[in-house]
């Protein structure tokens, strides 16, 4: 689910990347800390897709801070399930840990009948690195310019209109879900196989309204091939400044973004995952990398692993019922 969205296209060579790249040049410490092999940062999604690209901006700045070898390797399937796995089984030594979302470690577990990891006792939590802001589009054909007119349209004809997402599931799919069950509305959920399929259908018409993550429609709601209405998270977003949250809109429990953040298997000792946190954390507060995320309308964090620890229990407990009363759980 989690859903991703830092579009490729964006991930270039930029004044920024020549920054961490003088950066590097006079990071010559090399303390590679409590860890003695190479580091596998483990991506559970394909390649290209917004966890992979944030997990290689990380992944060469790590290296370069520490002198640590640290190779992203994609392990992709059932929803990052797969790749979430192999680190819960990892040796806790440092050498493989987690590029994990709000899909592996709240919305899949949820779903799951039998789950294949438990998202709190099987991991060490390390650094929360980054949130994405989704964002809540329309064709321009559709006669609404503001949430509130989205409500009442939805409102005036039950079930007319329908939802598009990235797929069953995904953190997209309940960003819908968390806005019907706020607002009252009724609208059908169409998945599709991934966000560009669906952002197809919604410039062609062919569904009136979508959830996206932001990095990924940006182009399109700048071009004007679809209408943003407002963006998922509490605060507005700086790429964005004048469109407003769907909080401000009249919706003020809502909120919902994706997230990435840095977890090694349970076991992993205290040593090593404070070296992590300290040096994600480092990494986070540069400039240029702050510059470089934020350019893919991610919003930097860089939190300690209690931090990431409270993220991982608020997502649970405020999904469930959603899952819930959308039927999602397996039986």
């Given at each position: 689910m989690v859903g991703t969205g830092l579009d490729r296209r964006q991930f270039g060579l930029s004044?920024?990347?020549?920054?961490?790249?003088?950066?590097a040049g006079r990071d010559a410490r090399a303390q590679a800390g409590p860890?003695?092999?190479?580091?596998?940062?483990?991506?559970?999604?394909?390649?290209?897709?917004?966890?992979?690209v944030l997990s290689r901006i990380v992944a060469r700045r790590l290296s370069e801070k520490t002198g640590l070898s640290?190779?992203?390797?994609?392990?992709?399937?059932?929803?990052?399930?797969i790749g979430a796995g192999r680190v819960a089984r990892a040796e806790p030594d440092g050498s493989t840990i987690l590029m994990a979302t709000v899909a592996t470690h709240a919305l899949n577990p949820l779903m799951a009948k039998e789950r294949p990891y438990d998202p709190v006792a099987d991991f060490a939590p390390v650094s929360l690195l980054a949130t994405v802001p989704n964002v809540l589009l329309v064709n321009p054909k559709v006669p609404v310019k503001s949430v509130q007119e989205l409500i009442a349209l939805l409102k005036a004809e039950p079930g007319k209109y329908s939802y598009a997402s990235s797929g069953v599931g995904t953190p997209l799919h309940l960003s819908g879900e968390l806005f019907k069950v706020l607002t009252g509305v009724k609208m059908e959920h169409v998945p599709y196989r991934g966000g560009g399929p669906a952002m197809t259908d919604l410039i062609g018409g062919q569904v009136p309204i979508m959830f996206d993550v932001l990095s990924g429609?940006?182009?399109?709601?700048?071009?004007?091939s679809v209408r943003a209405l407002a963006v998922t998270t509490r605060t507005r977003v700086g790429s964005f400044p004048d469109l407003p949250t769907i909080a401000e809109s009249g919706v003020p429990d809502y909120e919902t973004y994706t997230w990435n953040a840095v977890f090694g298997?349970?076991?992993l000792p205290q040593p090593i995952v404070e070296?992590?946190?300290?040096?994600?954390?480092?990494?986070?507060?540069?400039?240029?990398?702050r510059e470089r995320l934020s350019d893919l309308s991610a919003v930097p964090v860089?939190?300690?692993?209690?931090?990431?620890?409270?993220?991982v229990k608020s997502e649970l407990e405020k999904w469930a019922p959603v899952i819930a009363a959308a039927g999602l759980k397996q039986t």
């Open positions: 004044a920024a990347g020549a920054a961490i790249a003088l950066a860890i003695t092999r190479p580091v596998t940062l483990v991506v559970p999604f394909a390649a290209g897709g917004s966890t992979d640290v190779v992203v390797e994609n392990v992709g399937g059932a929803g990052g399930t429609a940006a182009g399109f709601v700048r071009n004007g298997p349970a076991k070296f992590l946190s300290r040096e994600l954390q480092a990494v986070i507060a540069e400039p240029a990398i860089g939190s300690d692993p209690a931090g990431l620890a409270a993220q």
